[in-house]
T-cell receptor, first 114, second 107 residues
Framework: DGGITQSPKYLFRKEGQNVTLSCEQN?????MYWYRQDPGQGLRLIYY???????QKGDIAEGYSVSREKKESFPLTVTSAQKNPTAFYLC?????????????FGDGTRLSIL | AQRVTQPEKLLSVFKGAPVELKCNYS??????LFWYVQYSRQRLQLLLR??SRESIKGFTADLNKGETSFHLKKPFAQEEDSAMYYC?????????FGSGTKLNVKP
């Protein structure tokens, strides 16, 4: 089914390298989110964006960067400053802030360090 | 600060037994609460939300403001209910998730 597409499914990073995770949605949602999922810790918010050209830091933004140049796209860059990047990354979208609508999730990207 | 707590990492029940997955929250306003489910090899998806007061796949969840809880219940568990369940709280433009409970329904 459509909705939210994350790519790649698996990604490997070398020490000192930046990598970018892709997230695209065709739901016409205003809000988009990036989460990190670690075993036993649930989902932790990295960054979120309510509208195009605007984004806010979440609880664990250090070592990450994002952009929101288009409504349908919200790429996440894991920089070399992120010292423990190995995790499962989930992208989500929702209709918009202030609504009682839930989030829709992608399939995730698993990032590992070589 | 907003917090969502799911005290059980793993819950095992037999098929046909009642099941209750616990969720407690800490929030200073009127919460918007959700239950999400992730079946094996599938993406995380919405199960139900408190504002809808609905029953999905036999599951219900009642918001108890006095106890600040939003426990997920089903009277008769089925094997296909085995999955990872997450409780989530929405605060205007951010979602806070619990650490999840893995439900294992044994035959």
């Amino acid at each position: 089914d459509g909705g939210i597409t994350q790519s790649p499914k698996y990604l490997f990073r070398k020490e000192g390298q930046n990598v970018t995770l892709s997230c695209e949605q065709n739901l016409n949602h205003d809000a988009m989110y990036w989460y990190r999922q670690d075993p036993g810790q649930g989902l932790r918010l990295i960054y979120y964006s309510q509208i195009v050209n605007d984004f806010q830091k979440g609880d664990i933004a250090e070592g990450y960067s994002v952009s929101r140049e288009k409504k349908e796209s919200f790429p996440l860059t894991v920089t070399s400053a992120q010292k423990n990047p190995t995790a499962f990354y989930l992208c989500a979208s929702s209709i918009g802030a202030g609504s009682n609508q839930p989030q829709h999730f992608g399939d995730g990207t698993r990032l590992s360090i070589l | 600060a907003q917090r969502v707590t799911q005290p059980e990492k793993l819950l095992s029940v037999f098929k046909g037994a009642p099941v209750e997955l616990k969720c407690n929250y800490s929030y200073s306003g009127s919460p918007e609460l959700f239950w999400y489910v992730q079946y094996s090899r599938q993406r995380l998806q919405l199960l139900l939300r408190h504002i809808s007061r609905e029953s999905i796949k036999g599951f219900t969840a009642d918001l108890n403001k006095g106890e600040t809880s939003f426990h997920l219940k089903k009277p008769f568990a089925q094997e296909e209910d085995s999955a990872m369940y997450y409780c989530a709280l929405k605060d205007f433009n951010k979602f806070y998730f619990g650490s999840g409970t893995k439900l294992n329904v044994k035959p």
